[in-house]
């Protein structure tokens, strides 16, 4: 009996095992014990998720393991861990790092330059990277951080002597001073990238993190201005502001935008609210352009934004040495501007096929520059990394992207504040408050993108799918771990965890 009973725990073990729904863990360096971001785990290299920037991932399975199936984890510079899916246990998968000796290394007979690879490269561009009609399931991730550098209005005349520079102070401090916001898409696309209208997306699932009190934008700073403004003056007044920011086209004072200029730095700030409109308003269309412009900045396809391979001849290549991975040593070259280039990097390149395999960058300047009339705009960040691997068609396709942005914007011009009356005789001008706008903010947008599968389909499965958008972001007021639960995404980091709406 006792046997009988023994018999029948392990059972129940080993059913249990078998039955696992989730693979996780932390992946560490085993000499620092330091985590090791966009490590790759894959699932019988056919499936696979990436650890976030703390190191960690949660991997859903769809069938039950069996003791065929493996798991491979994989990083740059470190050796690739195999093992059987059914002995994965650990909380913590410790990679070892690679190292080598350059002489010892043998990766291809012809001793090439930098530049002669560089060249090879972009000969056998089209050849390595899969374009043609492939389904794709992807999770997207956008993580918003804005900051109000300055928000300070210095009185110059107020002839309501309740409306002093400390109410004013009181009502700026009012405005909120920083906002973050995360958006996350789960979603299968359609795609070839070499036709027009190649792009479709089914949205499965998407959320959108934020504290709506604690929202900043055009519209959010120009509609909380405008009510505590209305909340000090008199009941039956109503007022105009006369900066070049705020107001719309009616109360706005037709002076201030006479010529060509003055129109040009008005269309600035009605286009961001217009961003900010369709961002919320045609989710699937805003969010569509968002990945494929992520994924077209790309070195693989036609007039990429990172144009270090298009235009090589403004760029220095230099082989700084071998690294290790995908289990491959690989050329790692590094490119700096010769002149008026933009960006720094590295590549890795594949000495057998000569793809690149994992690109890193980052600028090295100022991209883009506007500053007319009191407005300026600047964007000054422009970073990131894509890793490519291999399909079942033996082509490279993306697998992972992350880009970070940052832009500043700003104002800082006169500004006045008019009360006026309709029930009074004679001049409607009850009383003026005027000064000088000085606004400030920094938004840094950083977008992830992870591929977990890729497979080849056909033309009339691609005309077959119709998009349209059924989906719309489940608003989250602060994070819940059970809406992304049995799906495979990129797991959230401490700071999105620990984000809550203030009530």
Known sequence: MKHYY???????????LNAQTELSATVIDSTSQQTIPFASITLNKSFGVISNNEGYFIMHLRNTLTKNDSIEISCLGYETKNMPALNFKDSIIQLQPKTFELNEVVVTKEQLTADEIIEKVKERLASNYDTDYVKSTLFFRESNFTNVDTKKIDLKKSTIPEF?????DSILMALPSKSDQYTEILTTKYSNHKIDDGYKLEVLKASELYDKKNEITFESFEERLTNIIKNNVKPDSYYKIKSGLFGTKEEMDSTLFEDNEAKEAKALIEEEKKKEQNRKNNFLKWRKNQIRNLENASIIYEDPSLNFLEKSKKYRFTLEDFAFLNNNYVYKISFTPKGSADYKGTLYINPQDYAIERLDFE??????????????FQSHIHKGSFIYNKNSENKYVLSYAEQTIGNRFGVKRPLKIIEKNKNVKGRRKQNEVSGELNFQMTVIQKNELVVFENNVISKTEFDGFKEAAKVTPTYLPSYDPEFWKGYNVIEPNKAIKEFKSIE
């Open 164 to 168: 002093n520079q400390g109410l004013i």
């Open 6 to 16: 023994l018999t029948l725990i392990i059972s129940f073990f080993i059913v249990q």
């Open 363 to 376: 600028n090295v300047k100022t991209i883009k520059s506007f500053k007319l009339l009191g407005l300026m």
